[in-house]
């Protein structure tokens, strides 16, 4: 009889659905002038907040295990309904990964899609370009 493979606590407690952060108005206020800077200005604390609270946002919107948005080093979220990840390694079939700055800028309203584009790398089979309907997940005044 095999034994299951025990759940890695800690490795859970990262996920950004573990860490639903809330942003206050004038944490947000503080990170979209950051941005504006060039995101050096920003506490990265207050970076890593904000990023795992718009991962969550994302995960809302577009609920699925189809693709994985990673935002190294703050979070990653698994979106998009369609194939189901290996259940040997929940490895999903497609990934998509950005910085920060670009997740924020593309999360805030800031950046558009297309002009995000080709820092974003997509391959091009990747269904990461379906995500284009979901952002911005927050409008604000630019």
């Known amino acids: 009889m095999k034994l299951k493979k025990k759940t890695d606590l800690k490795r859970a407690s990262t996920r950004p659905e573990a860490q639903y952060a809330s942003l206050s108005s004038s944490e947000l206020e503080a990170c979209i002038e950051g ?3 060039g ?6 604390e ?6 795992r609270f718009c991962a969550s946002l994302l995960e809302e919107a577009c609920p699925g295990e189809s693709l994985e948005v990673r935002v190294v080093p703050f979070a990653a979220c698994k979106v998009l309904q369609g194939t189901r990840p290996d259940p040997h390694n929940l ?6 990964e950005m910085d920060p700055d670009i997740f924020l ?4 309203g800031l950046e558009s899609w297309q002009k995000a584009l080709p820092e974003l790398k997509i391959p091009q089979l990747s269904r990461a370009k379906e995500l284009e309907a979901f952002f911005p997940l927050l ?4």
């Open 105 to 108: 800028r593309l999360s805030f």
């Open 39 to 44: 995101l050096q200005s920003c506490p990265r």
């Open 139 to 142: 409008s604000v005044k630019k």
């Open 91 to 96: 490895t999903p079939p497609d990934f998509l």
């Open 35 to 37: 941005l504006r800077d």
């Open 46 to 51: 207050l970076v890593g907040k904000a990023v």
